[in-house]
């Protein structure tokens, strides 16, 4: 059984980091494909980044040179590590894995099977 658990949200100014974790089990880390995902109340879940089972990575636009994706294989988790956060990145994250993995990154949140319970973000101004 798979399972996703995020933790490291919080408060922030703008222009400050936060580095999210998400704790896996189920799956092994190292060899998976893996996304984080953003929602904010009344719009989609939106891809923020992913990374494939070879490990090759994918960035939306607006996280593009101040989000990092990686992992931890001895921990088995997947980190986001967000710099010169904006009070547009406001918003409840989710770590994500798919049933199947590509070479590809996964970028819809309709090929994620696993989701975690999701850490909020709020950035302030």
């Known amino acids: 059984q798979v399972q996703l658990v995020e933790s490291g949200g919080g408060s922030v100014q703008a222009g400050g980091s936060l580095r999210l974790s998400c704790a896996a089990s189920?799956?092994?880390?190292?060899?998976?494909?893996m996304g984080w995902f953003r929602q904010t109340p009344g719009k989609e879940r939106e891809p923020v980044a992913a990374?494939?089972?070879?490990?090759?990575?994918w960035y939306a636009a607006s996280a593009k040179g101040r989000f990092t994706i990686s992992k931890d294989n001895a921990k088995n988790t997947l980190y986001l590590k967000m710099n010169v956060l904006k009070p547009e990145d406001t918003a409840m994250y989710y770590c994500a894995a798919p049933q199947i993995c590509t070479m590809i990154p996964a970028t819809q949140a309709r090929e994620y099977t696993y989701w975690g319970q999701g850490t909020q973000v709020t950035v302030s101004s």
């Open positions: 990374i494939s089972n070879i490990g090759d990575i």
């Open positions: 189920g799956v092994t880390v190292r060899t998976y494909c």
